[in-house]
């Protein structure tokens, strides 16, 4: 899947869905996450709620070059729940996401092959019925300059839009903004005629 180098696809709050296969339950939660952290305590949350549930099994993956992910089975037959879920989010292109599947078991074994689908189809669900955004991966630059100065570095700003996060203006002036990751050679270039200006 081809996607720019400072853009992202994740999901804008929490989703559910529920699959049934062969009288078992599978329950499917999507969430935005950040941090291995957070994943842990959502999956602890659920592990409480759902505390009768067989299995709690989930997949997440974070950074936006996906570069941080992990899955886990719950006790299912290895690679039969984790990699499926998993699986769903990277087919998706996702990233910055957890999804939980909470399995009540309904009486009937669903053998290796029936468990990898229908956790699969209980990811594929919630992905469904998540709400996908696409992100930018911005960068925080800070630029230090005479006041003289002042109006051709507001020129250069103004043409590139960026977010003014905080500016200071006296003899010499700070300027911190927030700007997307592909854009910001090009703001540099704008910048670097003026005289005394330097990026912290």
Known sequence: MFYMTDTYLTINGVATATVTE???KFIAFAHPVVSANEVKEIVQRY???YY???HVCWAYVLGFEREEFRSNDDGEPSGTA?????GQINSNGLTGILIVVIRYFGGVKLGTSGLIMAYKAAAAAVVEEARVVERTVDEVITIHFPYISMNSV???VKDMNPEIISQTFEME?????CIRKGEVERLKTALADIDNL???
């Open 173 to 177: 002036c700070d300027m911190t903004l």
């Open 52 to 54: 009768d549930a067989r």
């Open 82 to 86: 984790g990699k499926p879920i998993l």
């Open 22 to 24: 062969k009288r078992s």
């Open 154 to 156: 507001m020129r250069a």
């Open 198 to 200: 330097s990026f912290c």
């Open 47 to 49: 592990r409480k709620e």
